[in-house]
């Protein structure tokens, strides 16, 4: 994977910056991507480059507004020659979410929309954007992170659950066209994950308490537990993975 170049959104905290160390020390250069936090994405380049010896260079993009992205991978271009891998992995949260994470009855269509425009057509675009540059290099690897609360109930969280559900389908869609292209498509879904995402849940306490308990590990997942799974659908070692799910939940999915 050494001196390939991985675009992932969202890389300043959580399950996104775990994936950009771990792919930078394995040598791939790393083109993020940042909403709020401009200095801590600043850090991370300076972070990135003096560790690990790649390019590292942070975009600011709005995941409400996919089609930011279309500026970001011009600069991108300007940045880097090529594009192996990219990660679609920011989600929002806090004042775009109300309406949309809360109990079915209090349910609106507004923050319903958002948490689609963020998760899947933030997906749709940032992937087209991507399939423009794999198909020059000969393919490439595409991945969405999603989770299991589409699969197992979880307080409040239908709109995003539902959102995740339809964007592993159109994970599925994606891998059956461009297959030709030599470009693989494939969802990571988390169990439960120690995040600020998971922080800003009413009930953080309790619900890791639960997990820990629902799982046979003992534990909540933390970011570094998705990591491995990406790097494996982003190398060689996984050529004929395409269009599947990868689920990772500490087991806590049968429970
Ligand atoms: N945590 C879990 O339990 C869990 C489980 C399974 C799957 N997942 C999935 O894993 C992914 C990462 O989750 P996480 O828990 O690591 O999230 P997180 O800690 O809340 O980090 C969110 C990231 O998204 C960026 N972001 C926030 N609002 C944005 C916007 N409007 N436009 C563009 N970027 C924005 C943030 O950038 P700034 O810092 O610059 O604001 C940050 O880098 C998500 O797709 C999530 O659904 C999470």
């Not at 910056?17 to 993020?32: E, H, R």
């Not at 790649?54 to 600011?60: D, L, N, Q, S």
């Not at 991945?143 to 589409?150: A, D, E, K, P, V």
């Not at 970011?223 to 599947?244: E, N």
Request: glycine share 10%; with cysteine.
């Amino acid at each position: 994977m050494q001196r390939k170049t991985l675009v992932i959104s969202g890389a300043t905290r959580g399950i996104g910056k775990a994936i950009a160390y771990q792919f930078a020390k394995d040598g791939v250069d790393i083109a993020f991507t940042y909403n709020s936090n401009e200095q801590i994405a600043k850090d991370i380049v300076i972070d990135l480059e003096k560790n690990y010896g790649v390019k590292a260079r942070a975009y600011k993009l709005n995941i409400l507004e996919p089609n930011e992205y279309k500026e970001v991978f011009k600069l991108i271009d300007e940045d880097f020659e090529r594009v192996d891998y990219f990660i679609s992995n920011a989600i929002i949260s806090g004042r775009s979410v109300v309406g949309g994470f809360a109990p079915f009855m209090r349910l609106k269509p507004r923050g319903l929309n958002n948490i689609y425009t963020a998760t899947v057509l933030a997906f749709v675009v940032g992937s087209q954007e991507a399939v423009k540059r794999m198909e020059k290099t000969g393919g490439g690897s595409i991945i969405s992170l999603s989770s299991t609360g589409n699969i197992v109930y979880t307080q409040n969280y239908s709109g995003h659950a539902n959102a995740k559900a339809s964007v592993e389908t159109m994970v599925r869609y994606a891998a059956t066209e461009l297959g030709e292209k030599n470009i693989r498509v494939n969802a990571v879904s988390g169990g439960p994950i120690d995040t600020d995402a998971l922080k800003a849940f009413p009930n953080y306490e309790e619900m890791k308490k639960m997990v820990a308990n629902r799982s046979p590990l003992g534990r909540m997942g933390e970011p570094q537990d998705l990591v491995g799974a990406c790097s494996f659908l982003c190398s060689d070692t996984s050529s004929w993975l395409t269009g599947q799910t990868i689920v990772i939940d500490g087991g806590t999915s049968f429970k």
